[in-house]
């Protein structure tokens, strides 16, 4: 397994994902081939192979959430641990997570404010 260099590009918008209520800690991983695109603030967890993909609140881990929109690609920036926008959550699929699944991300360190 390798990694591009490239961390990728960042842009602020008007919609906070990563809030500065605990300090952050921001990480790079591989994704899935084939996740296409993906809206920040979608819960992140690993494959078999370590790879990420959108977490469905059923099977698996949250590890993180990603922390910008993303285009298809091969790696993506996630809040691995520290606080994110509540409303920015969101399972695979685009759909809102439940106050299960946000205190599963708890769990993992990445706290909904």
């Known amino acids: 397994m390798s990694f591009d260099g490239k961390i990728g590009n960042l842009s602020v918008k008007e919609r906070t994902i990563v809030t500065m209520d605990h300090p952050s800690v921001l990480l790079t991983g591989l994704l899935e081939p084939g996740t296409g695109d993906l809206p920040g603030g979608t819960i992140l967890t690993r494959g078999d192979e370590l790879e990420l993909y959108p977490w469905d609140g059923k099977t698996g881990i949250p590890v993180g959430v990603l922390a ?13 641990h520290g606080t994110v926008a509540l409303e920015s959550l969101k399972l695979a699929g685009g759909l809102p997570a439940t106050a299960a699944e946000i205190y599963a991300l708890a769990k993992a360190g990445v706290y909904g404010v």
């Not at 285009?71 to 996630?78: M, N, R």
């Open 68 to 80: 910008a929109d993303t285009q298809t690609g091969a790696s993506a920036l996630y809040l691995a």
